[in-house]
């Protein structure tokens, strides 16, 4: 069983619609937890980082995690042609543990016009 | 305002020969992670480095793999004897201290014929 599990999509979606991607993990020692997106043959950019249980909001962006489940999710609101890439969920544990971070497999997304 | 430099982008090279890539991390950063990303896969942590040293090298193969980090210059990743599945893109990832985000740079996509 993988660390991190992420479900691979395509996810395609109409223009406006509110898009939820999710995560979930084994590794209860993880504490910080982040959303890259990544366009096709570039480099992640991070896009929310987050500690321990919560949400945090950016713009469109929303992040949520509950560590009781293990289960972590980015919200998009009012979704645009432009946010159509790869969305990869990361994460960490404290520092004494390492600062590598465990990525899920990404989620491909299309919003479509 | 440069953000993590790689080069080069792309970089092609026959089985058994040596792949040299470099990472300048961005301006006042002093860490440095390297990470491989497979066909199909997530990223996979290889290596951590601050100045001159290697903090954490868990997922570096434990051969023909090393990396480095000197007091001057960027950070390389050296994979000598290179095989066919070698073949990935290479992402380095840099952050101001160990508590910090990474953020990661372009990429370098290596091709082993």
């Known amino acids: 069983q993988k660390e991190v599990e992420q479900d691979p999509g395509p996810l395609s979606v109409p223009e406006g619609a509110i898009v939820s991607l999710n995560c979930t993990y084994s590794?209860?020692?993880?504490?910080?937890f982040m959303w890259y997106r990544q366009y096709s043959r570039k480099g992640p950019e991070l896009l929310m980082y987050?500690?321990?249980?919560g949400n945090k909001e950016d713009g469109r962006f929303t992040a949520q995690v509950d560590k009781s489940s293990k289960y972590i999710s980015l919200f998009i609101r009012d979704s645009q042609p432009s946010d159509s890439a790869t969305y990869l969920c990361?994460?960490?544990?404290?520092?004494?543990?390492?600062?590598?971070?465990?990525f899920g497999t990404g989620t491909q997304l299309k919003v479509e016009l | 305002n440069a953000g993590v430099m790689q080069n080069p982008r792309h970089l092609v090279r026959r089985r058994g020969q040596e792949a040299r890539l470099r990472c300048s991390p961005m301006?006042?950063?002093?860490?440095v992670y390297w990470y491989r990303q497979l066909p199909e896969e997530g990223l996979k942590f290889m290596v951590y480095?601050?100045?001159?040293?290697?903090?954490?090298e868990s997922g570096m193969p434990k051969e023909r793999f090393s990396a480095e980090f000197p007091k001057e210059g960027p950070s390389i990743l050296r994979i000598q004897q290179v095989v066919r599945g070698d073949s990935a893109a290479y992402f380095c990832?840099?952050?101001?201290?160990?508590?910090?985000?990474?953020?990661f740079g372009p990429g370098t996509r290596l091709t082993v014929l």
């Open positions: 987050t500690y321990s249980s």
């Open positions: 480095l601050q100045k001159e040293n290697i903090i954490d």
């Open positions: 301006k006042g950063h002093s860490h």
């Open positions: 990361a994460m960490r544990g404290l520092t004494g543990g390492g600062n590598k971070l465990t």
């Open positions: 590794n209860s020692a993880f504490q910080y």
């Open positions: 990832a840099s952050s101001p201290g160990s508590e910090n985000e990474q953020f």
